[in-house]
């Protein structure tokens, strides 16, 4: 079955930090997507980042890096010197061949100044 | 518009009257996923339409939730006879493509639902 685990609920680190949140998944399929996505206190979710599965190189923009690991099934996201604009509750989400899109409970992270 | 668009942004109706949410998604795109979040929840699966596939509807809490989308367009969430517990946001999504080309979700704003 298709699952999506974001074991941490809540995390707060003082800025300029890092921080990963981490993400598990469980899929049946060799095929498929994992994604991360941004809500910010607005409201509206932003897409951040996309990999299929058959690439595992880690990968880096700005101050965020995703690390996906299908030994683990991870994909775990790190934003590096946190700011305070990165306070949002972030998702990971799962996209099996089928198309259906499934996503973790999300984590909030608090950033403070 | 370019982006996808919801309506009604919020809806207060009382407890057992129908409700209609309708989404209409970007030009073109194939995919059309209905999420619900519940108040500081995540973002619960209902619906998913690809194209003149049969829909996914593996994730409707009940058979009070239907969904429909006509024309590969416009989609409508019905939910009949609502509960206090169905009130959350509900979240309309397109993509370019699903499946083994699975692309990135473009949300609407949603439609908030609150039952009295």
């Known amino acids: 079955a298709q699952k999506v685990t974001q074991a941490q609920t809540e995390i707060s680190v003082v800025e300029k930090e890092d921080v990963t949140l981490d993400c598990v998944y469980e899929t049946r399929d060799t095929t498929y997507y994992l994604f991360w996505y941004k809500q910010p206190p607005s409201g509206e979710l932003v897409f951040l980042i996309r990999?299929?599965?058959?690439?595992?190189q880690n990968e880096i923009s700005g101050r965020y890096s995703w690390n996906f690991q299908k030994s683990t099934s991870s994909f775990n996201f790190t934003i590096t010197a946190s700011q305070v604009v990165d306070s949002a509750v972030y998702f990971c989400a799962l996209s099996e061949a089928r198309g259906k899109i499934i996503f973790g409970k999300g984590t909030r992270l608090h950033i403070l100044p | 518009g370019a982006g996808v668009s919801q309506s009604p942004s919020n809806k207060v109706t009382e407890k057992g009257k129908d409700v209609e949410l309708r989404c209409d998604p970007i030009?073109?795109?194939?995919?059309l996923y209905w999420y619900r979040q519940s108040l500081g929840q995540g973002l619960e699966f209902l619906i998913y339409f690809q194209g003149n596939s049969a829909p996914d509807k593996s994730g409707l809490p009940s058979d009070r939730f239907s969904a429909e989308r006509t024309g590969g367009s416009v989609s409508t969430l019905t939910i009949q006879r609502t509960q206090q517990e169905d009130s959350a946001v509900y979240l309309c999504?397109?993509?370019?493509?699903?499946?083994?080309?699975?692309?990135?979700?473009?949300f609407g704003e949603g439609s908030r639902l609150t039952v009295l």
């Open positions: 990999r299929n599965s058959f690439d595992e």
């Open positions: 030009s073109g795109h194939t995919a």
């Open positions: 999504a397109s993509s370019l493509f699903a499946g083994s080309l699975a692309g990135e979700l473009f």
